[in-house]
């Protein structure tokens, strides 16, 4: 496995850059630096800057993941992994990690672009990096359910609606203590301490909280995919 796992990973960006996800991450991190920029006159715009860096493991990871998926279920990649349970375990995690990475590294190079190296560097890239594992297992998920894309897309729209909820309470409008249960909550709490002081406590519960969902979605995620492939 130990061996396995890097070349997967390498072959996995190469198929990125092949279907042009990569070269769509950059344009979407563009996109949203053009808006940023463009408000910029406005004054302090970091809490713009949350909701852009929020949605970068949204696009990358779960849209991503999901057509990803998708595309491999149409080329029937998913039923050749019959034969070997541990080789489906390699093959997720190797596009979970991929993805993770993509999404990462442009939300890294729009925030600075954004506002320069003024930023908590830890906070932000763990934060982002595992959020966008969550995100990347439910694509996985939906993608896997899904009959094409236009489905895909009927399927995650409730969950999406969901992950946005907890923005009511960064940007105070709603109590916090609503959305503590939500791991995109804690991401976004993870992201907000890049900016503003975030006590430890909550700093704590966020890392910990985001930690254990992605774990709990990682083993729901290989468990439906060996009944359904293994």
Same mark, same amino acid.
């Given at each position: ?13 190469? %198929? ?16 949203? /630096? ?16 949350? %909701?852009? @860096? ?9 849209? +991503?993941?999901?057509?990803?998926? !998708? ?16 080789? !489906?375990?390699?093959?997720? !995690? ?13 939300? %890294? /190079? ?18 982002? +990096?595992?959020?966008? @594992? ?25 969950? !999406?609606?969901? *992950? =946005? ?8 409008? @709603?109590?916090?203590? &609503?959305?503590?249960? %939500?791991? $995109? +909550? =804690? ?5 907000? =301490?890049?900016?503003?002081?975030? *006590?430890? $406590? &909550?700093?704590?519960? =966020? &890392? ?6 992605? @774990? ?12 359904? &492939?293994?």
């Amino acid at each position: 496995m130990k061996n396995q796992l890097p070349k997967m990973i390498r072959w996995d960006f190469v %198929l990125l850059q092949r279907n042009n996800l990569i070269l769509l991450a950059i344009l979407v991190a563009a996109a949203y /630096l053009g808006l940023f920029k463009l408000l910029t006159p406005l004054g302090d715009l970091r809490g713009l800057l949350i %909701l852009l @860096v929020f949605n970068d493991p949204v696009v990358t990871g779960l849209l +991503f993941a999901g057509v990803i998926v !998708l595309f491999e279920k149409n080329q029937q990649t998913l039923k050749a992994l019959e034969i070997s349970a541990t080789l !489906l375990k390699i093959f997720l !995690l190797s596009k979970t990690l991929a993805l993770a990475t993509l999404s990462t590294a442009s939300a %890294l /190079l729009l925030n600075l672009a954004a506002i320069g190296i003024h930023f908590q560097w830890i906070h932000f890239t763990l934060g982002t +990096f595992l959020i966008s @594992v969550f995100f990347i297992l439910v694509g996985f998920h939906f993608g896997n359910q899904s009959r094409d894309f236009t489905h895909f897309i009927t399927k995650i729209f409730g969950f !999406l609606m969901l *992950s =946005a909820l907890p923005f009511l309470a960064i940007y105070g409008l @709603v109590p916090e203590i &609503y959305f503590y249960w %939500l791991p $995109p +909550f =804690a991401g976004l709490k993870l992201i907000q =301490a890049s900016y503003f002081d975030v *006590s430890w $406590p &909550y700093l704590i519960y =966020a &890392y910990g909280f985001l930690i254990a969902a992605n @774990v709990l979605t990682w083993k729901f995620l290989i468990k439906n995919f060996k009944t359904q &492939y293994a």
